[in-house]
């Protein structure tokens, strides 16, 4: 009696001021957020502890019984805790004194344990165990206990509950596991860190066949199927038995990981990584391949003309190069690039041995053979200054890839590439919702996570322009409106600032469209000055070009940072017609339970759910979207960048099969190129420049770099997408103007220098009317003429160089490039 009142007592005091476990009946575990394709593919997935909640009558009977058999045979018979086994357990305590000390607890137990007690050995935390697990067990049945019990139990390779485990070691489904697979993880609670499957395998190996021993013991197997499934090997996906799930699934890449960071800020990163949100993307698969590749392309195209090896940085021990399992197991441990497919994937590779006229290599996962020698040729190094001996060293990691034949895609030999140290960004997004279809961040995600399309604040250079271009024609002028182009001076707090055009010419009088074509410098600064900087800045703040943008003349050359992921958006609105645009890189984002809890495209259906709507008709869709230009004015400027790609500064390097418009950008001293350009439903941005800014040199320009990027991708974008001439807003008519005087022409006007100008019915249009920006124009300016003569001339190092005639001091007082 003494002894059960004392007992009594203990459990009294113990059993106050517990945490609650009703809340248990509500249990909402942190679970995976997985992020889909449009086509439902999915593509990546986020987690602190990777997680996949699954109900207990979706759990296989026998994956059950394998859990029951290694940790509660008689979990289905004792009311939360086994009296029987705790007194074993105290008495092999005894009989060890203290070193043997097993914890004897039942599933309910642990399952207290895991959600509202600490891990720590004390009897006190034993006595609350057993408490809690008496009074679950009067709350849930046994079904709902085990549910609790194998989603949130810890398996190792950060893997919580038995769906994620079966998924992470064997690449499975529950349905699809064997009993002796199940057995496997089954065997996992006691200690996961004691029972890897490869450094620990026999120990895991014992473990198993005990578990498959206690099933066959209890009931759960034969002994027929006992002796089978006991026979087997541990197999599993660290041990490359399986293929990984992760390997299944496209790498990690720019597009996903700015998922995360932006549903992170907008839901919370508690919420992102443990709340089970499903995220469909506004990613196009194949288009993200072809974006990628372009960009890659030019930026490897430009480093590799640069002449340089730098490698990838990482050298292998010597020690490890004289066996190939050695360097094999060391060089899969090296942290470089392995994402990038251009022209074929590219392998991690050591340098074994160098000779005068080939290199022998060890290739990540390629075995050397006849038809395939891992070599590398002198040929292939032709466009470095130095030979093998004196540019590599043996143990040098590199990166290779198959060079192939163009007729029949034989093998040709193996090929030495680098990671280029200039960078880019590339976007893609559809005009009309914003919905980016591709993005690249830079060459390789794995060698910089850095995002230069939505993080990296670069100066858009003359990208910028139509931004002045859009104000002045919202505010009176027309694309026939004539601006001064001649030398301007500005006294600055820095000094005296003359910028010039990039050709080092003045044009005097001419009209927008042609400044705009041209990417005439000194008209934008006039035009900027004549409608002013606070309404050019008014307008780069609602395009979302800039939060807030500094109203000085400078900056109408683009000389403010910004992103490209903002330019990209922006010239979206342009292209359909001045109506604002949200850019998006997700569809829908679904909570745990499948409820919408974002979805970007806020329009109403208005008569979705009207069966009677005629077959030929499509329901009405009712917007509200913001119209942040007139409509006549976002067609203007098209038209006026349509002239940038037909005849400007971008027409030798782009040339698609429908209408195109856009704007070259080239930054002081080429730090930063960019393009940006939209067809009727695709806009895409490219800028490229190095992280720390430096000079591109002489040949690097928007069209040259950038143009080739946009022309790559359109190419397919518009055979995929297709394109219409720009739609023509009403309200409107055409006049036949002089592109390069800006006079009215007649009707009938035909010839390269007659273009169609769209203007407002009902406007008083002022023909040769010439605006200056409050800038006077030199007497002595020596103005450019067409079919100017040029001279060739010896310079001092005795290159051929061809020269103008004499500048007057209106042609070299000016200086500094956008």
């Not at 899969?332 to 994402?339: F, G, I, K, P, T």
């Not at 009317?769 to 005795?798: C, H, P």
Request: charged share 25%; with cysteine; net charge negative.
């Amino acid at each position: 009696m003494v002894v059960a009142l004392s007992i009594g007592a203990i459990f009294h005091i113990y059993g106050k001021d517990l945490p609650s476990h009703e809340s248990l009946a509500n249990y909402t575990p942190p679970t995976i957020s997985r992020i889909y394709s449009g086509e439902g593919k999915i593509i990546d997935e986020f987690a602190q502890e990777r997680r996949l909640f699954t109900p207990a009558e979706d759990i296989p009977d026998m994956v059950k019984q394998a859990f029951i058999s290694a940790e509660d045979k008689n979990f289905y018979r004792h009311s939360g805790y086994d009296a029987r086994g705790i007194a074993a357990a105290i008495v092999e305590a005894a009989k060890s004194r203290g070193k043997d000390v097993r914890g004897a607890s039942t599933i309910t137990q642990q399952v207290m344990k895991n959600f509202l007690l600490s891990g720590d050995r004390r009897i006190e935390r034993k006595i609350k165990e057993i408490i809690l697990a008496t009074r679950i067990e009067e709350t849930l049945n046994k079904e709902d206990i085990l549910e609790l019990y194998m989603n949130e139990i810890f398996l190792g390779q950060n893997s919580y509950g038995v769906t994620a485990a079966a998924q992470t070691y064997f690449n499975k489904t529950l349905t699809e596991l064997a009993p002796h697979e199940a057995a496997f993880l089954a065997s996992m609670p006691k200690a996961p860190s004691n029972y890897h499957p490869v450094r620990e395998k026999e120990r895991l190996l014992d473990r198993r066949n005990f578990v498959l021993r206690e099933m066959k013991e209890n009931g759960y197997i034969t002994a027929d199927e006992y002796e089978t499934e006991v026979a087997l090997p541990l197999r599993s996906v660290q041990n490359g038995d399986f293929i990984a799930y992760r390997a299944t699934l496209p790498p990690r890449d720019y597009f996903t990981d700015e998922i995360r960071r932006q549903l992170s800020e907008d839901f919370g990163e508690g919420e992102f990584f443990s709340g089970g949100l499903n995220v469909r993307a506004t990613i196009d698969p194949q288009m993200q391949v072809i974006g990628s590749a372009a960009l890659r392309r030019q930026l490897e195209k430009y480093d590799r003309g640069r002449g340089g090896w730098r490698g990838t940085g990482k050298t292998l021990p010597a020690e490890v190069l004289a066996d190939e399992s050695s360097w094999r197991e060391a060089l899969a441990n090296v942290e470089v690039a392995r994402d990038v497919d251009l022209d074929g994937k590219w392998y991690p590779a050591v340098v074994l041995e160098i000779q005068d006229q080939q290199m022998k290599l060890g290739i990540e996962d390629v075995e050397s053979t006849e038809a395939e020698p891992s070599v590398i040729p002198r040929d292939d190094i032709g466009w470095l200054p130095k030979d093998f001996q004196n540019t590599f060293k043996v143990g040098d990691v590199v990166h290779v890839r198959r060079m192939t034949s163009d007729e029949d895609g034989s093998f040709v030999r193996w090929t030495l590439r680098q990671v280029p140290q200039v960078q880019g960004g590339f976007v893609a997004m559809d005009v009309n919702s914003g919905r980016v279809i591709t993005m690249q961040g830079g060459f390789s995600y794995q060698n910089s996570v850095f995002n230069r399309a939505t993080q990296a604040k670069r100066q858009p250079g003359s990208s910028f322009k139509p931004f002045v271009y859009a104000s002045a024609l919202d505010s009176g002028y027309s694309p026939a409106t004539i601006v001064v182009d001649a030398p301007i001076e500005i006294n600055t707090p820095q000094g005296l600032w003359r910028p010039k055009n990039s050709s080092n010419k003045f044009y005097g009088p001419t009209p927008l469209r042609t400044g705009i074509e041209r990417s005439r410098n000194l008209m934008t600064i006039r035009l900027a000055q004549e409608v002013g900087m606070d309404v050019v800045a008014g307008y780069a703040e609602r395009f979302g070009v800039y939060d807030h943008m500094g109203s000085y003349l400078a900056n109408s050359l683009g000389s403010e940072e910004t992103t490209l992921y903002k330019m990209v958006a922006a010239y979206a609105m342009f292209a359909n017609g001045g109506e604002r645009v949200e850019p998006t890189l997700v569809d829908r984002v679904q909570d745990r339970y499948g409820k919408t809890v974002y979805a970007h495209d806020p329009r109403e259906c208005v008569d979705c759910s009207d069966p009677n709507i005629p077959s030929h008709r499509s329901p009405k869709i009712v917007s509200d979207r913001e119209r942040v230009m007139d409509a006549i004015t976002a067609y203007q400027l098209t038209s006026m960048m349509k002239g940038v790609v037909d005849r400007g500064t971008a027409s030798r390097a782009i040339d698609l099969p429908v209408p195109v418009a856009g704007k070259t950008g080239t930054t002081n001293e080429a730090r930063d190129v960019w393009f940006i350009g939209f067809t009727s439903n695709i806009v895409a941005g490219c800028y490229i420049g190095y992280d720390q800014p430096r000079p591109m040199g002489r040949s690097a320009y928007g069209s040259s770099m950038c143009g080739p990027v946009f022309q790559e991708f359109m190419t397919e974008a518009v055979a995929k997408f297709g394109g219409t001439d720009f739609a023509i807003p009403p309200g409107g008519h055409f006049i036949n103007i002089d592109r390069f005087s800006g006079a009215r022409l007649p009707d009938d006007a035909t010839g390269d220098y007659v273009v169609a100008e769209y203007f407002r019915d009902g406007e008083d249009t002022i023909f040769g009317y010439i605006f200056d920006g409050g800038f006077a124009m030199g007497d002595d300016l020596d103005l450019y003429q067409a079919g100017e003569t040029v001279q060739e001339v010896t310079t001092s190092t005795g290159q051929k160089a061809k020269v103008g005639r004499k500048a007057t001091f209106g042609s070299i007082s000016s200086g500094g490039l956008y």
